[in-house]
C-alpha cells in the first residue's frame, strides 16, 4: 500500500519570476563546471536549494543558510505557499532519441515513508554513505522537502489518466510553464476536485512503486524520519518528517521512457576475433561494415540491436570502421541483459570484476553518440551498445527484493527542481 497525499505546496509566484530561469536539472546530473551558470541565470535559480557554488565547499557547509533563504523569498513573494491540498499535475513535452514526440504526464504528492522491507516503495539501485549524508545535513537545515524522489506505478490500463489531464481542464487550476536547456517543455497545474482526489489515492493505495530516481533522497528522508521518531516528544499522530515529496509517473505510459545505458571500456586492449569468440561460446558474433562520424556509426548500432529486441544482444564497437554483433544463443528469459554484460562480457572478455567496474575501469554513456565519441577520442577501447530494459523486468527484479547492476536504466526525462517545494513548518 503506497500512502499519497495532497498538500499545500510552496511554490515560486511566476509573476515574478520566469519560471523557465529558475529551475535545475536534479543535483546528482548537475556537473561541477555548470554549476556557475545556473547561479547566474537568475538570483532565484533553485540551484541554491540544492548545491553549494563551489563543489569544494560541499564537505564543510551545514547548509545553515537554506532556512533564512526560504523565510526572505516568502517574506519578499518570491515564494508563494498554495492555500489547501492538491496534487500538482506536471506534462512533458519532449522528443524521444529517434525524434518522436511525446508526452508524459504524472503528479507531485506527498509520499509516506515506508521501510524497504514493507515492499511499498521499491528500490532498484544501492545508494552510497557520502551523498546520503549530505543530502541530510540539507534535510536538517532546510526543514523543507526542495526536490522530489520519481517513483513508477504500473497503470497498464491507464485508470488514472483522465484524472491527471483534468488538471488542465476547468477541474483544474493552471499554474504555468517552463522549457529546460534539453528542451523540454513543462506544463504545471493544480488538482483538487474532490473526487479525482479520491480516486488518485485509491488507485496508489493498491500499488507499490518503484523509485526511478532519487534513491539517496527517499532514504535520507527515511533515515530522518527514524531519528525524529527517536525522540519522546512524538507520539502516533502524523508529522511532517513522516512523508517526502514525490512525483509519480506510469511507467507503462508512452511517455515514460526506460534508455540504455551504454558501456565503456575506459583502459583494458581490444580483444581480437579469437579472443571475443573462445570468451563468449554461448553467443553468435557478425561483422557489419560502419563508416561515418560517430552519430552515423551510433544509429547503425541502434538499428542493428533493434532487429534483437527482447533478445541477449550486444553491438562492440572498436571505432575500426565496422561492429560486431552478438546475439546470445539461449533465449534471455527472465534473465537481465545488463547482468549479462557484466558478468560474460566484461568479466570474461576484458577481466574486470565489480571493484574494477566501480573504480572506472567502465564509462556510462547516456547516448550512444556519446559512447561512439568516447571510443574515437581515445576516452576508451571498445564500446558496447545495449538494449534498453523493460518496465516490467524492473518491477519484477525489485519486487524480488533483489537490485540492478551499476547503471542499469535511464528514466527519461528527469524530473527538475524547482517546480514545487513540500515545508515542514511554516517558515513565514
Known amino acids: 500500500m503506497t500512502v499519497v497525499r495532497p498538500f499545500e505546496a510552496l511554490r515560486y509566484d511566476l509573476k515574478q519570476v520566469d519560471l523557465s530561469n529558475v529551475i535545475v536539472p536534479p543535483y546528482d546530473v548537475v556537473a561541477d563546471d555548470e554549476r556557475d551558470a545556473f547561479f547566474e541565470r537568475d538570483p532565484h535559480n533553485a540551484i541554491r536549494f540544492e548545491l553549494t557554488r563551489d563543489a569544494a565547499d560541499e564537505a564543510t557547509t551545514d547548509y545553515a543558510h537554506l532556512a533564512e533563504l526560504l523565510t526572505k523569498w516568502r517574506q519578499s513573494g518570491v515564494l508563494i505557499k498554495d492555500d489547501g491540498p492538491g496534487y ?12 518522436t514526440a511525446l508526452e508524459r504526464i504524472g503528479f507531485y504528492a506527498e509520499l509516506g515513508l515506508a521501510e524497504y522491507e514493507e515492499r511499498q516503495v521499491m528500490p532498484h539501485e544501492r545508494t552510497l554513505a ?18 522530489s524522489v520519481f517513483l513508477l506505478y504500473e497503470d497498464g490500463k491507464e485508470a488514472l489518466t483522465a484524472y491527471l489531464a483534468s488538471a488542465f481542464g476547468p477541474e483544474g487550476e493552471i499554474l504555468g510553464s517552463a522549457t529546460d536547456d534539453a528542451g523540454v517543455h513543462y506544463e504545471l497545474a493544480r488538482l483538487s476536485d474532490p473526487e479525482a482526489l479520491s480516486a488518485i489515492e485509491s488507485f496508489m493505495s493498491d500499488q507499490s512503486c518503484v523509485i526511478a530516481d532519487g534513491h539517496h533522497r527517499y532514504e535520507t528522508a527515511l533515515e530522518y524520519k527514524r531519528q525524529r521518531r527517536m525522540e519522546a516528544k512524538f507520539g502516533e499522530n502524523e508529522e511532517p518528517f513522516d512523508s517526502t515529496l514525490a512525483y509519480f509517473a506510469n511507467a507503462y505510459a508512452p511517455g515514460s521512457l526506460l534508455l540504455p545505458i551504454h558501456r565503456v571500456v575506459s583502459h583494458r586492449a581490444v580483444p581480437s576475433t579469437e579472443e571475443w569468440e573462445s570468451a563468449l561460446p554461448g553467443w553468435a558474433r557478425q561483422e557489419v561494415k560502419a563508416e561515418g562520424d560517430a552519430g552515423e556509426v551510433a544509429a547503425k548500432a541502434m538499428a542493428l540491436l533493434d532487429e534483437h529486441k527482447g533478445k541477449a544482444a550486444f553491438v562492440a564497437d572498436q571505432a575500426n570502421g565496422s561492429l560486431q554483433v552478438f546475439v546470445r544463443n539461449e533465449p534471455l528469459g527472465e534473465a537481465l541483459l545488463v547482468r549479462l554484460i557484466e558478468g560474460e562480457v566484461l568479466g570474461r572478455v576484458f577481466g574486470l570484476d565489480t571493484d574494477d567496474i566501480r573504480a572506472g575501469e567502465v564509462r556510462f554513456p547516456k547516448s550512444a553518440e556519446r559512447a561512439a565519441l568516447d571510443v574515437r577520442q581515445g576516452k576508451g577501447t571498445v564500446a558496447l551498445y545495449l538494449n534498453p530494459l523493460q518496465p516490467e523486468d524492473v518491477f519484477r527484479v525489485t519486487r524480488e527484493g533483489e537490485v540492478m547492476p551499476q547503471k ?19 517558515n513565514e
Open 130 to 147: 557520502g551523498p546520503k549524508a549530505d543530502r541530510l545535513k540539507l534535510l536538517k537545515a532546510a526543514q523543507a522537502n526542495l526536490s
Open 88 to 99: 500538482y499535475v506536471m506534462k512533458q513535452s519532449f522528443e524521444s532519441p529517434e525524434g
Open 408 to 426: 542499469s536504466t535511464f528514466f527519461y526525462p528527469k524530473i527538475p527542481t524547482g517546480m514545487v517545494f513540500r515545508v515542514y513548518e511554516d
